[in-house]
């Protein structure tokens, strides 16, 4: 906490908020301009734009000192239930910075609203300058705020001509740069308001926990698990794997390829190779991102146990995506309310987070959304299973996380067995990525657990793959797409299948994977049918796992659940044609066309990396990588269409609570009927009702969502694009529409 400078006299005073509740303290104008200036400096220094920043926040509310906006703050301190909308407070600070640095008064204007486009905010000042006139007609308010800030505080003239970073030389980068300054000044704004307008709240954000706290946690942990493992091939292996990633932790921040295989203790390998080096440079947090929220969870569970002690003041791990309740589910908890706060702007030792959260945020244009960015900036980002990153838009994704490298100071690993031919990629040819593995090709082959047998010649009756399904008592099969999956759990007519697939909301699902995962451990009879969900990093390991042909990657990450501990002297791995099998649309079903080819052609060896870089050439080569066109949008800075048409996935989905599971439950049914009345009665809850329904939620295609509604199978919700579920949920198959189109996805 810092001082704040307060007066309890707005009239002998500027001010920029009014007093908090219960408080006779005004923020005094001053004080909040030169708290967000020294603030935005801070967030801003560590890419090199420190000077900027301290002038960004020294002119963003200049416009507060305006006759009429101090006038509405006494109105609104009056009249506090009185909803007021104020006279704008934008457009001085915005007309200020436009005479020393034109592109700062887009962000000054954004810095409640988001970021516009330069266009509309250059038509949007000049209305502005000759619109807004103070009480005599003639005098301009927004030329009268800056002459009253100008004798209020003289340093907001720079002492010399500003200018930016010499890095930004292309318009791409200017985008970028802009939209990390923005991130500082709004997470800045935000943070000094908070803290005169609430200070128990302000009082529990940031860590004094350094990385080399963390990293001495980690090697404690290290130890113990080290002391009490069993001397192992596949534990030799992984050691050695990990004296890699310790080895190659002084190398110099940048981009590098963390390729372990499955199974080969990634995570944790991971997570060191990220604290040495966060430590060995100077680097400030560890963010790992994932491809789904099941190995969100899962990962940040892994990193509690590794870090958090009971006795801690303070939570370590943000755990960061739309499914967070709180481990006790109770939202009040010290726990909870960290969570949420760390959430908001990342200032958190360890983030983990999904892809989703972070590029949907790196192209944002909103300020909650765009608040965290600057903390991307001297950090450790770790995509785990990047090759599940869409590639209709790594154009824009790879050229973010070039800037970051190359910019920023920050150090980007991709983390995966299957590693992805990104240095094909234009945006990423000329980023040198360092091998953190330097033998990693020995390793996969000394790994290898499973063989592969191919019957793609014959196609196959879902019948057929039933009977041979029951010829084994445990067995993984991974189909293309959901009426797949239902359509061979019909086939089976076995009551003890069990079904895996997006159709469960996600309670039901992590129950599922529980559940496998005990039945397994205990040698239980254990058939399940999943769809991809179930590939990319969730910890199962079966004898035996069916794949139905489609991409290569996928088969090897379906290969990932086979063996995994290498129990066994080799784990068989069959891939089936199916007769009727669908494959979605797309990359996907493009994918699953250049696989054929490659199996087709000369053959194919899924334990050789060479091959597979073969196999993501090709594919890259057949794809666009910026379909929606954003790289020419962020040229031309045009903010709200970029966020517009950034989307990971990329399907219009509505939302539908599911308040019937788990079965025979009146506590979590009756947790799930108070939500939905949080949402319908305190339309400003809308974010914590939402929170606690996440569990509960099934995604389905809009289209379908229509039909349902026109068939009374939905019903509305205050909030667009959820609904509450009327229709059937079953306690196996999950969510059943009838229209079929919806099942053609995982």
Known sequence: MYGIEHTTSPDDELVAHTPAHGSTAWHTLSGHLK?????????????????????????????????????????????????????????????????????????????????????????????????????????????????????????????KPLEGPSFVKDSRGSEFFLRMLFSALVDADYL???????????????????????????????????????TTFVNTARDAMYQACVAAAELPPGLFRLAIPTGGGKTRSGMVFGLQHAVHHGLRRIIVAVPFISITEQTAEEYRAIFEHEDDSEPLVLEHHSGVTGRDDHEYSPEARWQRLAAENWDAPVVVTTTVQLFESMFAHQTGRCRKLHRLARSVIILDEAQALPAGMLAPILDGLKELCTNYGSTVVLSTATQPAFEHIKAFADLRAHEIIPDAVQWFRALKRVEYEWHIEQPLAWADIAKMLHAHPQALVVVNTKKDALALLEAMEDPTAIHLSTLLCGAHRRDVIAQVKARLQNGLPCRLISTQVIEAGVDLDFPLVFRAFGPLDRVIQAAGRCNREGLLER??????????????????????????????????????????????????????????????????????????????????????????????????????????????????QARTAIRRLQPYLVSIPLREAQQHRKSGLIEELPLEGIGIWHGQYDHIRGLVPDDERSLMIF
């Open 35 to 159: 708290r967000v200036a020294e603030l935005t400096r801070e967030f801003a220094e560590p890419f090199g734009a420190g000077t900027l920043g301290y002038y960004l926040g020294l002119w963003h509310d200049i416009g507060k000192s305006r006759p009429a906006f101090q006038a509405y703050l006494r109105q609104c301190y009056a009249n506090p239930t009185r909803k007021q909308r104020g006279p704008d407070h934008k457009a001085a600070g915005a007309t200020f910075a436009t005479r020393h640095m034109d592109a700062l008064a887009l962000l000054i204007q954004g810095h409640h609203g988001g970021l516009n486009t330069l266009v509309e905010c250059r038509t949007w000042l000049k209305e502005r300058q000759t619109k807004d006139l103070e009480p005599d007609g003639k005098t301009s308010s927004v030329e009268e705020a800056i002459r009253r800030v100008q004798v209020l505080l003289p340093e907001i003239e720079p002492t």
């Open 571 to 684: 784990g068989r791995v069959v891939v089936f044609e199916p007769v009727d099998g669908g494959i979605p649309s797309g990359a996907y079903r493009t994918a699953t066309d250049v696989t054929r080819t490659l199996v087709g052609g000369v053959g194919v060896d899924l334990d050789a990396p060479d091959d597979l870089r073969r196999y993501f050439r090709e594919l890259f080569a057949s794809i666009d990588l910026d379909s929606k066109q954003i790289q020419v949008l962020r040229e031309q800075l045009n903010y709200p269409e970029v966020a517009k048409r950034f989307h990971l996935i990329d399907e219009a989905i509505e939302h539908v609570v599911v308040t019937t599971y788990p079965p025979d439950n009146d506590v979590i049914h009756q947790y799930v009927q108070d939500a939905l009345t949080l949402l319908r009665e305190e339309p400003a």
């Open 192 to 230: 000094d308001t908070e803290a005169h307008m609430n200070q128990q709240r302000a009082k529990l954000r940031g860590s004094s926990v350094t990385m080399a706290d963390l990293l001495a946690r980690f090697m404690v942990n290290q130890k113990h698990l080290e002391a009490n493992r069993q």
